[in-house]
């Protein structure tokens, strides 16, 4: 089955004079069908907002990027910007991090959005402000408040501007890039129920980035956990939560807190590997409570590990716990097998 | 969950030395100037000047009050400058004023530096009625125009190299201020600085310990900014003859050629050079201070995210088992 | 004798005036930061302060910790009355009065090593008669806070440490002049998930070794109900309940606290959709506060009285004693 987007062995390098190059992005490989909501989770560092930057072509100058980005089967990161170009915002649409902080706040805000649909459509001026009003109602925001400067607007309001943009040109893709991370936590509902909404109504496709994985959880349908740069595993919201396959999904779900359960929260020891140097093996084994002595040398792959669930680790090439435990000064290994009941 | 070994945590650490942003403040300059080739031409012409006057009774092929020959020769193998309208070596000249313009340049420079560093920090951190106070004082002394109140000094007090130099300081002082005042402000609104306040400590350690060492920067910048204004000053005002008499500056250099007659006889060599000098100071000191000034901005360093060209590199074969 | 007691606290900001306002005389607006607030704090318990941003939970820690000055009301710690002290009487209290910030990139100065940063509070406040002897307080307290082994992390700079690092390294700084309160504005919210829970239990651990007592900011509910004894949530700079932790997330008797679980987030999403209460609208502005009861603008459960009589903290019937609401309605759920 096609899917409407694909991103494949997508490599980015950030370089900088005199300094080693950083490999932020090594290898993430991610699908979206038609109207499908994907969640992109992870922590600072992880490469998931590079990711969707190179999904868009937004990245500096000082960026390299090798892989490909297929929309409709077609790949639009072959040329650079040049190939990108005709589908920003037609057909990929992005609500920056920040984007309610990045309007001109000199000019009305309703202005701004008709200026955006005025220069990509070429619309006359006055289509231009309908077709602004259509979008901010279409997000929610009163009538009587659209032509107010963005000072004017609160928080949520601004954001819900910012997706109103995003919109501008019918977009079949929407990326979200932490829409909600300076907002409260009522105000970050209410705008998750909104990108929903839209999704549903306007036949879009999301994919959402955020650090706050129950918030992904509660608007996609799957998730894609990223981790030092590569995606390391893919699945349903309901097998992430249920049958983790891979350690750091399990940890990060135990250090996820939850207002119904009484266990103790858990933290992973220690922090990402350095990317401007290469990593060797698994990116995860200096924190894994699981990691073996093929962890060190050989870096895992993200294979299929059931019915639309994929995760790189070597763990689950072994049906039964591994009979050395790692022999060098590192971690220890659990005996107490793996944690996700599968045989 | 069995914790991590310690081993685990020191990997993350990286052993070599330098780390990416020294926070050493010299160290920081230092890498400014090395990175940054209008930096290193600025320091590298102003250190070539400063050794120059420093040298220059070393090095002058003749001394200043020698006359070597004709007035207005033109500039030969021997005098490669020419002689003035006194028969005096042009390039000795310049070495001499040379000296006497950096000295009232960095000496007046100290006094405004000073007094405007200690006005801005006190004022930007102490706000309310002492900063009201403070900028009064320096509005005050902003309009104070430096052309008559030269001529005043002069009349009243006579013009000697001192008097020059307590003028120019006298009146400059108040960029530096409003400057360091501005960052006064915002640095105190950081949150290391509340917390300092929140753990009891007083006015003359926040200052001292945590102000200060924020506001270097921009001191230094500011300050060889003000360099080449000051010596830019000494040559107005030398050159509409408030200058002291009985020195030779860059300034007296450029008033002897203009009232003397050079120009009618053609003696270019004699008015030139002095003028082209203090561009070229004013040139090095503009190119040091202002790359010093853009290093302690990281926003003017950092593009923004904006839709440019990027590199694709073409997809590499595969590494076996690499899959999507 | 509670640590930490607020009674009636009151402080109120003046919103500045534009310039056709000043020019027209019209009175500045009195923005109601703080209004009418009252809890304690005991020794070795964390009292969790939970509300959205505006509520006044950041403005009421200021005030205790006099770095505001309040308007009325009054703040006893260590059963002394200290609303009206001196800043410089109250420099020798500082030091059992400590805060921790809520962005550790910003609330270190770059400048200054990790052992520096640590030492200021010891040099501040007269701890230590020697440099050598410092520099032993400053490594055994690094070890207190698991930064170990402390030689490694004496002498770094902030930037060369992760987010978590360095606010490890900030309690550790509050944590040398050993203070008997600790105010954590948001001590885990700039962090990544995984490492929050290790800050959390390490405040939790200070609580019960040490007898200290903790005041907590936070917006995150969830996190309040994994490690705070006590809950008050704040609607508009008034604490609108508060109560034990676990009561509070499982019987929420305001309407506001009722929202805020559902929108907390929860691993099982079976029958979210349903019934949940999400909000609409955003608080109210704090210079002109709804009439009656403060939330009944966007209340699903208001009636008329709510505009007339405006509700204080009271026990709720049915539950354990210390479980107490400001609504007028709550004996109906």
């Given at each position: 089955m096609a899917h409407l987007l694909e991103v494949t062995d997508l490599n980015v390098w950030f370089t900088s004079p005199g300094r080693p190059d950083v490999?932020?992005?090594?290898?993430a490989s991610l699908a979206l069908n038609s109207q499908e909501r994907v969640g992109l989770v992870g922590e600072s560092g992880c490469g998931k907002s590079t990711t969707i930057l190179a999904m868009m072509g937004?990245?500096?100058?000082s960026a390299v990027v090798s892989g490909q980005v297929l929309l409709d089967e077609k790949d639009?990161?072959?040329?650079?910007d040049q190939s990108m170009r005709p589908h920003r915002w037609r057909d990929l649409a992005m609500v920056f991090q920040g984007a309610m902080n990045a309007?001109?706040?000199?000019?009305r805000v309703s202005m701004q959005i008709a200026d955006a649909i005025a220069v990509r459509r070429g619309l006359a001026r006055r289509d231009a402000r309908q077709r602004a009003h259509e979008l901010l109602e279409m997000v929610g925001i009163p009538r009587g408040r659209m032509d107010g400067y963005p000072h004017e607007f609160s928080g949520g309001m601004r954001q819900r501007a910012a997706i109103a943009l995003a919109l501008a040109c019918e977009p079949r893709v929407l990326l979200a890039d932490e829409?909600?991370?300076?907002?409260?936590v009522m105000v970050q509902a209410q705008i998750m129920e909104l990108l929903q909404r839209l999704c549903h109504e306007q036949g879009l496709a999301l994919i959402l980035v955020s650090h706050d994985l129950p918030l992904v959880a509660q608007v996609c349908e799957r998730i894609n956990v990223m981790y030092a740069g590569e995606v390391v595993e893919q699945g349903s919201v309901d097998q992430l939560y249920?049958?983790?396959?891979h350690p750091y999904t399990r940890l990060l779900l135990a250090a996820t807190p939850d207002l119904d359960s009484e266990e103790e929260l858990a933290s992973i020891p220690g922090t990402p590997p350095r990317l401007d140097r290469p990593v060797v093996g698994c990116p995860f084994r200096p924190r894994?409570?699981?990691?073996?002595?093929?962890c060190r040398h050989e870096p895992p792959l993200l294979k299929p590990v059931g019915q639309g669930q994929a995760a790189a680790c070597?763990?689950?090439?072994?049906?039964?716990?591994?009979?050395?435990?790692?022999?060098?000064?590192d971690t220890k290994v659990e005996a107490s097998g793996r944690t996700d009941g599968t045989a | 969950m069995i914790p991590v070994e310690q081993p685990a945590l020191v990997?993350?650490?990286?052993?070599?030395?330098?780390?990416?942003?020294?926070?050493s403040p010299a160290r920081q300059l230092w890498r400014t100037v090395r990175h940054s080739p209008s930096a290193s031409i600025g320091a590298g012409l102003l250190l070539v000047l400063i050794l120059v006057a420093i040298l220059a009774p070393v090095i002058?092929?003749?001394?200043?009050?020698?006359?070597?020959?004709?007035?207005?020769?033109?500039?030969?193998a021997r005098h490669l400058l020419g002689l003035d309208d006194g028969g005096y070596d042009v390039l000795s000249l310049l070495m001499y004023g040379l000296r006497v313009s950096l000295l009232v340049g960095f000496a007046a420079t100290l006094i405004s530096s000073l007094v405007g560093t200690v006005v801005g920090i006190v004022a930007g951190y102490f706000g309310g009625f002492v900063d009201g106070l403070f900028m009064r004082v320096t509005d005050y002394f902003l309009v104070i125009p430096l052309l008559p109140f030269m001529i005043v000094v002069a009349d009243v007090w006579g013009a000697n190299l001192l008097h020059i130099i307590v003028v120019i300081g006298a009146l400059s002082w108040t960029m530096t201020a409003v400057v360091i005042r501005a960052q006064a402000r915002t640095i105190r609104e950081r949150t290391f600085v509340r917390r300092a306040q929140a753990m009891g400590a007083g006015h003359t350690r926040i200052i001292a310990r945590h102000l200060l060492p924020q506001v270097m920067p921009l001191v230094v910048a500011n300050t060889v900014l003000n360099i080449s204004y000051a010596i830019f000053t000494e040559t107005a005002l030398a050159f509409l003859g408030?200058?002291?008499?009985?020195q030779i500056s860059l300034g007296t250099m450029i008033e002897h050629a203009f009232l003397r007659a050079d120009i009618s006889e053609g003696a270019w060599w004699a008015v030139i050079p002095p003028g082209a000098l203090v561009a070229i100071i004013v040139i090095a000191c503009s190119l040091l201070g202002r790359a010093i000034e853009d290093s302690l901005n990281p926003r003017l360093r950092t593009a923004h995210l904006s839709a440019r060209v990027f590199r694709v590199r073409p997809t590499r074969p595969r590494n076996p088992g690499r899959t999507g | 004798m509670a640590l930490l007691e607020i009674t009636e606290l009151m402080k109120y900001h003046q919103r500045p005036r534009g310039l056709v306002q000043t020019l027209l005389r019209q009175p500045a607006e009195a923005v109601h930061?703080?209004?009418d607030v009252s809890f304690t704090v005991d020794k070795g318990e964390m009292l969790a302060l939970v509300g959205e941003s505006g509520c006044g939970k950041t403005t009421t820690a200021q005030t205790i910790l006099r770095l505001l000055d309040p308007g009325a009301g009054t703040i006893r710690f260590r059963d002394e009355?200290?609303?009206?002290?001196?800043q410089r009487r109250l420099r020798s209290l500082r030091r059992q009065m400590q805060i921790v910030y809520q962005d550790p990139y910003e609330s270190l100065?770059?400048?200054?090593r990790v052992g520096q940063s640590i030492e200021e509070p010891l040099q501040i406040h007269g701890i230590g008669q020697s440099a050598r002897e410092r520099r032993a307080l400053v490594t055994q307290v690094l070890a207190r806070v698991d930064l170990t082994p402390p030689g490694l992390y004496?002498?770094?700079?902030?930037?060369?440490?992760?987010g978590g690092q360095r606010q490890r390294v900030a309690i550790a700084a509050a944590l040398a002049v050993q203070p008997q309160l600790l105010i954590a504005d948001?001590?885990?919210?700039?962090?990544?998930v995984s490492v929050r829970a290790g800050i959390m239990n390490l405040l939790r651990g200070l609580c019960r070794s040490d007898g200290m007592g903790i005041l907590m900011i936070t917006h995150d509910l969830a996190i309040a109900g994994h490690f705070a004894d006590r809950i008050a949530v704040m609607y508009l700079g008034r604490v609108v309940e508060i109560g034990d932790a676990r009561e509070v997330l499982r019987n929420p008797k305001h309407p506001y606290t009722q929202a805020l679980c559902d929108v907390a987030p929860r691993h099982r999403r079976t029958?979210?959709?349903?019934?949940?209460?999400?909000?609409?609208?955003?608080?109210?502005?704090a210079a002109s506060i709804p009439s009656g009861c403060r939330f009944r603008t966007r209340?699903?459960?208001?009636?008329?009285r709510c505009s007339a009589e405006d509700p204080q903290l009271r026990q709720m019937p049915g539950r354990p004693a210390g479980h107490q609401a400001a609504c007028l309605l709550a004996d109906q759920w």
């Open positions: 490999h932020a992005v090594r290898g937004l990245l500096p100058s639009i990161l072959a040329n650079g309007f001109n706040p000199v000019r829409p909600t991370t300076a907002l409260d249920d049958q983790p396959r894994c409570d699981q990691a073996f002595d093929r070597h763990l689950n090439d072994h049906p039964a716990p591994p009979a050395a435990p790692d022999s060098g000064q | 990997e993350t650490f990286d052993e070599d030395p330098a780390p990416a942003v020294s926070a002058a092929p003749f001394g200043p009050n020698t006359q070597a020959g004709a007035p207005f020769t033109p500039p030969s408030l200058g002291d008499p009985t | 930061a703080v209004d009355d200290i609303t009206t002290f001196s100065d770059p400048r200054l004496i002498d770094r700079y902030p930037h060369e440490l992760s948001e001590p885990v919210s700039m962090l990544d029958g979210r959709s349903a019934g949940l209460r999400i909000l609409g609208g955003e608080p109210a502005d209340c699903p459960k208001a009636e008329d």
